[in-house]
């Protein structure tokens, strides 16, 4: 008999434990989830983005942002469950070919009533083609910005200047040398704090 009380103890200490494990895991997904937002840059040449998507799913699957050049209307057909999420895909020329989301647009030059709306409308993230736009960007509005390029070309993001670690405006700089998704965590609560009120 204490035997099998000494079993049904420990079966509900397991429990126990397990039920704490997973409120503690839980608690710290929703506090990410407030706070971070996973941006995945996906660098493309333009060549077989089936066997990108395929080759980097977990990546792709788990951002929250979906940013990707040199995307043909053509191949929106080959993403179409990706298109309900945040996402810009630009084409070849720095051309928006698809925008969803509210949390992330695509600004082609610095237009100030643009950013004013965009920044009203909880945006997080501002796609552009120029580096510089970018930098002014992201050192007069709230937003992190996001330049990317495709294999063998810059991917750059920039952030308000004291985000960044060298204080110089750039949070991020990087040169794909093939088709591959880089993860990016940024922490849009911090934003706040730049925002004008």
């Not at 989301?101 to 610095?110: H, K, L, N, R």
């Not at 552009?128 to 992190?144: E, G, L, R």
Request: overall charge positive.
């Amino acid at each position: 008999m204490n035997r099998l009380w000494e079993l049904i103890t420990s079966f509900f200490d397991l429990l126990t434990s397990a039920f704490k494990k997973a409120k503690n895991l839980l608690k710290r997904f929703g506090k990410k989830s407030s706070q971070i937002l996973t941006l995945a840059v996906i660098h493309y040449d333009g060549r077989g983005l089936q066997s990108v998507l395929k080759e980097f799913s977990q990546e792709v699957n788990t951002a929250d942002v979906l940013i990707a050049r040199n995307i043909t209307q053509d191949e929106l057909k080959l993403v179409k469950k990706l298109l309900k999420r945040n996402v810009v895909f630009l084409d070849k020329n720095g051309t928006l070919t698809f925008k969803h989301g509210s949390t992330v647009s695509f600004v082609p030059d610095f237009d100030v009533q643009k950013l004013r709306t965009l920044e009203k409308h909880g945006t997080k993230v501002i796609v552009t083609v120029d580096k510089k736009v970018a930098w002014m960007i992201s050192q007069m509005f709230p937003f992190y910005c996001v330049v990317p390029g495709e294999p063998f070309q810059e991917t750059v993001i920039t952030a308000p200047i004291p985000l960044t670690r060298n204080s110089d405006g750039f949070y991020f700089s990087k040169v794909a040398y093939r088709n591959q998704v880089t993860i990016i965590d940024l922490n849009i609560e911090i934003l706040k704090d730049f925002k004008v009120h």
